[in-house]
């Protein structure tokens, strides 16, 4: 980053830096003053042990304001992305609320929001055999933030739209009531 930054700002190009590490600020220097260039910033939750269970490699949401809030203290564009937002996780009115004011009270003027979004081959929910081991697949985390397969349960049902009642056959496979009936 530190030698691709003066390259770009050399021929002129704008750029976007996303990233959700307060690391960003290493590169301060080389941001500042620079108008073609903003960086959009990950901020999924204040809730310290969402993030503990959903990003446990990520810095804790304080460090993430914190960076944000320097940014633009030295004049750098931020956009701030809250993704994914996460049906019944933090996907609360009143949590998101909290979220946008406290980004807005450090200068926050520009948000970009999505919700979470699955493959239809189930590797984001199941993980596949690639998957390395140190990663967390989303349906340990489920199973993790919501203290019970009930909740897991249920939180697919909502998130597939219905359908037949649903269960963990193990920590990391979910199973349709009719997928175990015909196995």
């Known amino acids: 980053m530190r030698r691709l930054i003066p390259l770009l700002k050399s021929c002129g190009a704008s750029f976007y830096v996303y990233t959700k590490s307060d690391l960003i600020l290493r590169n301060l220097d080389l941001l500042v003053g620079y108008s073609n260039a903003w960086v959009g910033f990950t901020v999924t939750s204040l809730n310290q042990e969402f993030s503990k269970v959903f990003e446990p490699n990520a810095p804790k949401p304080s460090q993430r304001v914190d960076a944000v809030q320097k940014l633009l203290e030295?004049?750098?564009?931020?956009?701030?992305?809250?993704?994914?937002i996460i049906l019944m996780a933090n996907d609360g009115e009143d949590e998101l609320k909290e979220l946008v004011g406290e980004l807005r009270a450090v200068g926050v003027k520009r948000f970009v929001a999505s919700t979470l979004k699955?493959?239809?081959?189930?590797?984001?929910?199941?993980?596949?055999?690639?998957?390395?081991?140190?990663?967390?697949?989303?349906?340990?985390?489920?199973?993790?933030?919501?203290?019970?397969?009930?909740g897991v349960g249920k939180f697919v049902k909502l998130f597939e739209g219905g359908g037949g009642s649903l269960r963990l056959s193990s920590p990391t496979t979910l199973l349709q009531e009719e997928d175990v009936r015909s196995g």
């Open 74 to 84: 030295g004049g750098v564009e931020v956009v701030v992305r809250i993704d994914p």
């Open 118 to 150: 699955l493959d239809r081959e189930g590797k984001i929910l199941y993980g596949t055999s690639e998957t390395p081991p140190w990663k967390k697949t989303l349906s340990q985390a489920l199973l993790e933030w919501f203290g019970s397969e009930k």
